[in-house]
């Protein structure tokens, strides 16, 4: 098995008060670690690394006091300051003949543990959400007298961890799930959240071998393959570059001037084997759908209308399912009736204002009907020029022939025949 370096080092001094109101210190060349609290039901409770020769319980009260304590089935007395350390042994101080402290003394060198495997179980039902695990471990149980005389277990808490994926809203990062484990008996059974990425379990531990800075080993499971998945599909329109094109986009929602090309991407969880279908369909005809197999799609909606993009991704095991809403707007036609090509930027152009167009044609003429500009392209406009030097001011005449995306009240496509005049100003 492999050493696990623990981060925290507790830094002893040579003399280190229990507690502010017990007067006591511990005086050792160990490393030590002193619990306090109620739970205990002791002033103290003193963990050594390995209690050596030398070490000393220190009383720096002062008054009537007695040391009382037992070493096998020995019980000895003392009213001198210090008294040696021993592994499992209450102290108790008495002030003018009354218990008042109570400490008790502890040799973690004495409670070993060792660890053989950790087994990964998946139960059908429920592997796409979590996991069984089963750590086999020989932990030797901590038991103390507290200040009633009983005798009591001492929790240690151990940590389990593995590596997962998360989505912050824009990508999957590795991400570590910790979970602390307090077990009273072995093998350690427990319940964890199905990892989204492929990922090694680690048992470790615990807690009292962290505060006494000690070395411990660390238990790694097989490589596991995941099998929940995850699904955070997107689609983002590939806008165009036309700025008289209306409505190209919409922030807040996937939606804009047909043709309408939208990247469709995936996000899955970055677990292996999975496998996407997507499927395409317009909401007044759902039996008609297309269908692609990647995690990315670009797709054009050539025509208006709303539409559905379903996405399913499938492990060995598990399946996501999600869908996207998608709107390609009905077309539209604005011709505007005046333009300045002054190069001052503002309104250069003779140009129309439109949306999700099929096809278009526009033809513009001088007031004695010659032919100076034609176009198949709305996203184009006349820039006041013939042959390339500047038109003269004044009416000119534009016939416009398109047709739509969308659909008349016949179930025929949208056709726009238009023509008028437009004012050439400089």
Known sequence: MTKRILIVFLTLLSSFYITAQ??????????????????????????????????????TGTGNFQWSYSVGSDTYTSTMNSVDVYPNTLYTVKINGISRYHVYTLDYSEF???????????????????LNLEILCDITPIYYIDSLGQR?????????????????????????????????????????????????FEFFGDDISEQLGIISDTLYSDLYIAKAVQIHPKGEVI?????NEKDRTTQNSIAGSSPLVVQFTANANPADNLYY????FK????????????????????ESGDYIARLRVNS????????LNIKAHDSFIDVPNVFTPNGDGINDEFRVAYKSLKSFDIWIYNRWGRLVYHSTDPGSGWD????????????????INAYGSDYDNKNKPMHYRLSGDCNLLR
């Open 22 to 59: 017990n007067p006591f210190s511990v005086s050792t060349p160990d490393h030590y670690t002193i619990l306090t609290g109620t739970q205990y039901r002791l002033d103290g409770l003193i963990i050594f690394d390995k209690i050596s020769v030398g070490a000393q319980l220190i009383y």
């Open 112 to 130: 070993p543990s060792s660890y053989q495997a950790i087994n990964i179980s998946e139960d059908p039902q429920t592997v796409c959400e979590s």
């Open 152 to 200: 009591t277990f001492l929790p240690r808490t151990f940590t389990l961890q593995y590596t997962t994926s998360a989505w912050d809203g824009t990508s999957w990062n590795d991400s570590l799930a910790v979970t602390t484990l307090t077990p009273s008996s072995s093998p350690i059974t427990t319940s964890v959240v199905a990892p989204l990425k492929n990922t090694y």
């Open 239 to 243: 806008e165009r570059n036309a700025k």
């Open 277 to 280: 279908e997507w499927i395409i």
């Open 283 to 302: 909401t007044t005809n759902p039996e008609l759908y297309q269908r692609f197999s990647d995690p990315e799609v670009n797709y054009t909606f050539k």
């Open 316 to 323: 060995e095991l598990c399946s996501a399912t999600d869908s």
């Open 384 to 399: 006041g020029t013939i042959n390339g030097r500047p038109a003269s001011t004044g009416t000119y005449y534009y016939v």
